[in-house]
C-alpha cells in the first residue's frame, strides 16, 4: 500500500513537472515597417481626390460656393467663387474644367503638418493643358483641402518624382539647392515679374509664357492708361504660409506658391470701362481708377545643383477675384 | 520451468511499469493547458490602441473589442495615430502578463491648461445697448423658430467608416473595420508596421479587448506514453493471469517430450548412433592414416564407384 502511494505519488510529480514546460508567454517583437511610408496611400489620395471633385461637382451644379465646406478652401474656394459669378454675366466665361483623372499624384513622406499633396490631372481637352491641383492638410484634424490649382505652362515637363509608396520629402522654403535657397529663387522670380523682362533676373529662368503674359497685360494697360494721362501699376506679393515644396527624384525641388497680384489702371478726365465678363467681379462703383485683384499659383522646377538647367515656371494660374476703385480690402 | 517463471515476472514488472506511464500520461493529459488561449483586458475608455510591434505577439490570431453599438477601427501609420490620439482619452494594450491576461495603460488627453489672466479682449465688441430702430412691440410676423432642430450628428457607420468623428477628419486612417457589439479583426488583416486604433463610432466607453493566442504546448510525448503503458499494462495482465493458472501437467508433458526427444522409442540405444557411440566410449571419434589408406584401397578394389568388370578381380563383401 505504502509502494503504491509513493508510485501515484512520483507519477503526479512528474506529471507536474511536465505540465510547468509548456512555454513562456510571447514577447512582443519589432514590427517591420509600413510598406507604404508616404503619408497616404494610393486609396488615402483617392478617396480625397473623389471627395473633393464631389464637392466641386455639387458646388458647380449649384453655381456656389456654400457647398464647398470641407474638401475645397483658400484659394481655390475663392477662385471659384469668381468663376461662379464670371459664368453668370451674359457670355461669361465658365468655371476652369478640373477634370478628376489624374495622370500622377505626388505625395508627402513627412511626419509633420502641414502636408501637401499634389495632382496632376489628364488633359482636359485638346487646347488646354493639364491641372496641377494643390491640396493641403494644416493639421491632424483639418482635412486635405483643395487650395490652388495651376495648368501647365504649354511646352513644360514636369520632373520625376518619388514613388507613391515612399512620398516626396517635402521641404521647407529656405532648403538650399546648391548655394541658393528655394526661398531665393521665388523671390528673384517675384523680382523680375516686378521688374520686367528687362531685369538682369530674366536670363536666370527658363522661359515660360505665363510672365510673358503678365508683361504683355502690363504694357497694354501702361499704353492705355497714358492715353488718358493716368498710370498703371502692379503690386506681386507672395504667400509664404501658403508655398510648398517637394524634393523631386533628381534632387532637385518643386515649388508651390501662391501669389497676390493687383493691377490698378487710373485715368484723369476720363472712365475706365471694364469688360463685361469682368462686370461681375466689380466691387464698388469704377469711374477713374480700377484695381484688379489676383489669385495667383506659380509651380516652379528648381533643378539640382550642378544641373546645366534653369528654374523655370512649369505650372501657373492668373485669376481675378476682384475689381474695385480702391484696391485690395 | 525456470524460464517460465523468468517470463511470468518480466510480464508482472512490466505491468507495474506501464501501470506508472498511463497515471502519468493520464495526469499530464488532464492538467495539459489548452493550445488556443484567449488574452483578455476589461476596458473603460472609447478608444483601444494596439501598437505595430505588439501586433506581432500573435501571428494568424485574431483581435476583438467588446461594445455597445457600432465599433470602427482603423489603422494608421504610428506617427499619425500618435497625433490623432494627443486629444483623446484612450486605452493602449501594452504587454502580456500572463496567458490570459492583457496589460493595459490608460492615456488620458492633457487638460487644457486654464490661463492664468482672463482674456482683456472679452467684452471689447459687446454693444448691450438696443438700438433705437428697433421696433420695442414685438414683430407680428415673428414666428418659432423651426430651425432648431439639431443637425444630425456624423459618425462612422458599417456603410461609411471614413465619415468624420466630431468635426476630426479620417484622412490619416488607411484600412477601416467596422463591427456592431463586438468587432473582430484577423491580425494578419492589418497591414504590417501600422497603428490599430479601435473606438465605438458613438464615443462611447468600449467595454473590453481580446486577443487570441496560440500557445505551442511540449505535449508530443503524452501520447506516446499512454499507449506504452497500456502496452505494458497488457503485458502485466498477461502475466497475471498465466500466475493463476495450474501449469504442472503442462510441465509435466513438456518435460516428457523433452525425454522423448532424448531417447528412441523404446528406450533402446540405437546402434551406430552417437548415442551408442558415446556409450561404447568413443565419444570422440579417431582418424588414422592406416585405417585411411586402407579404406581407400578398399575403395578402390571395391568400392562403390569401381566397376567390378573391368578388371575381373573385382569382390564385394
Not at chain 1, 477662385?79 to 451674359?90: G, L, N, T
Not at chain 1, 465678363?277 to 545643383?305: Q, S, W
Not at chain 2, 520451468?1 to 498511463?22: C, D, P, Q, Y
Request: proline share 7%.
Amino acid at each position: 500500500m505504502k509502494r503504491i502511494a509513493v508510485v501515484v505519488a512520483s507519477a503526479f510529480g512528474v506529471a507536474a513537472i511536465l505540465a510547468g514546460c509548456t512555454p513562456a508567454v510571447p514577447v512582443a517583437g519589432a514590427a517591420s515597417p509600413p510598406e507604404v511610408t508616404a503619408a497616404t496611400t494610393t486609396d488615402q489620395s483617392g478617396r480625397i481626390q473623389s471627395e473633393t471633385f464631389a464637392e466641386l461637382a455639387a458646388a458647380d451644379g449649384a453655381k456656389s460656393t456654400d457647398d464647398l465646406t470641407v474638401r475645397v478652401g483658400g484659394d481655390a474656394k475663392v477662385i471659384r467663387a469668381a468663376e461662379y459669378k464670371q459664368e453668370s454675366a451674359k457670355k461669361g466665361p465658365a468655371p476652369d474644367v478640373l477634370p478628376a483623372d489624374m495622370q500622377a499624384v505626388y505625395v508627402t513622406s513627412d511626419e509633420t503638418w502641414p502636408r501637401v499633396m499634389v495632382g496632376i490631372s489628364t488633359q482636359p481637352s485638346k487646347d488646354t493643358t493639364p491641372v496641377v491641383s494643390v491640396w493641403v492638410q494644416d493639421d491632424v484634424d483639418t482635412p486635405y483641402q483643395l487650395r490652388n490649382w495651376a495648368h501647365m505652362v504649354p511646352g513644360a515637363t514636369l520632373p520625376a518624382m518619388p514613388g507613391p509608396t515612399v512620398g516626396a520629402e517635402q521641404l521647407a522654403l529656405d532648403s538650399s539647392i546648391g548655394d541658393t535657397t528655394l526661398q531665393t529663387v521665388m523671390d528673384n522670380y517675384l523680382e523680375l515679374i516686378r521688374t520686367g523682362k528687362k531685369s538682369d533676373l530674366n536670363a536666370t529662368f527658363a522661359e515660360d509664357s505665363y510672365r510673358n503674359q503678365l508683361f504683355a497685360n502690363r504694357d497694354v494697360l501702361t499704353k492705355v492708361a497714358k492715353t488718358a494721362d493716368g498710370k498703371y501699376v502692379d503690386t506681386v506679393q507672395p504667400v509664404q504660409d501658403g508655398s510648398y515644396a517637394l524634393a523631386t527624384a533628381d534632387g532637385g525641388a518643386l515649388i508651390f506658391a501662391p501669389v497676390r497680384q493687383t493691377s490698378s489702371v487710373s485715368v484723369k478726365d476720363a472712365k475706365v470701362t471694364i469688360p463685361p465678363a469682368d462686370a461681375p467681379l466689380v466691387d464698388g462703383k469704377i469711374v477713374d481708377k480700377a484695381t484688379y485683384e489676383y489669385r495667383d499659383m506659380i509651380v516652379m522646377y528648381v533643378p539640382p545643383a550642378g544641373s546645366t538647367d534653369l528654374p523655370g515656371v512649369v505650372a501657373a494660374e492668373h485669376h481675378a477675384i476682384r475689381i474695385s476703385p480702391d484696391g485690395a480690402k | 520451468m525456470e524460464i517460465l517463471v523468468s517470463l511470468r515476472t518480466t510480464g508482472l514488472i512490466a505491468g507495474v511499469i506501464g501501470v506508472v506511464l498511463l497515471i502519468v500520461g493520464f495526469v499530464a493529459d488532464s492538467v495539459r493547458p489548452p493550445e488556443d488561449v484567449v488574452a483578455h483586458a476589461d476596458v473603460a475608455t472609447s478608444v483601444v490602441v494596439y501598437e505595430p510591434d505588439f501586433l506581432t505577439i500573435s501571428p494568424g490570431g485574431q483581435v476583438s473589442v467588446e461594445g455597445n453599438g457600432e465599433i470602427v477601427a482603423y489603422t494608421a501609420r504610428p506617427v499619425d495615430a500618435v497625433a490623432w490620439l494627443a486629444d483623446v482619452n484612450y486605452t493602449e494594450v501594452t504587454s502580456l502578463p500572463d496567458w490570459e491576461v492583457l496589460g493595459t495603460r490608460d492615456v488620458a488627453k492633457p487638460s487644457p491648461s486654464a490661463s492664468p489672466e482672463p482674456s482683456s479682449s472679452a467684452s471689447a465688441s459687446a454693444s448691450p445697448s438696443p438700438s433705437k430702430k428697433a421696433s420695442s412691440s414685438p414683430s407680428s410676423s415673428a414666428s418659432p423658430s423651426v430651425s432648431a432642430t439639431p443637425a444630425p450628428v456624423m459618425a462612422p457607420s458599417l456603410n461609411d467608416p471614413f465619415v468624420a468623428m466630431e468635426g476630426r477628419t479620417t484622412d490619416q486612417w488607411r484600412d477601416a473595420y467596422t463591427g456592431t457589439d463586438q468587432l473582430d479583426i484577423a491580425v494578419d488583416s492589418v497591414p504590417a508596421g501600422l497603428t490599430l486604433v479601435v473606438m465605438s463610432a458613438d464615443g462611447t466607453a468600449l467595454t473590453g479587448t481580446d486577443i487570441s493566442l496560440t500557445r505551442v504546448v511540449n505535449d508530443d510525448w503524452i501520447t506516446p506514453l499512454l499507449w506504452w503503458g497500456a502496452i505494458l499494462v497488457l503485458v502485466g495482465l498477461i502475466a497475471l493471469v498465466v500466475l493463476f493458472i495450474d501449469l504442472r501437467p503442462a510441465q509435466a508433458r513438456g518435460e516428457s517430450w523433452m525425454a522423448s526427444r532424448s531417447l528412441g522409442r523404446k528406450g533402446d540405444i540405437k546402434d551406430g548412433s552417437r548415442r551408442s557411440r558415446r556409450a561404447a566410449g568413443a565419444a570422440i571419434p579417431t582418424a588414422s592414416l592406416d585405417d585411411a589408406q586402407e579404406s581407400s584401397s578398399d575403395a578402390l578394389d571395391g568400392g562403390p564407384d569401381h566397376d567390378p568388370g573391368s578388371d575381373g578381380t573385382g569382390d564385394r563383401s
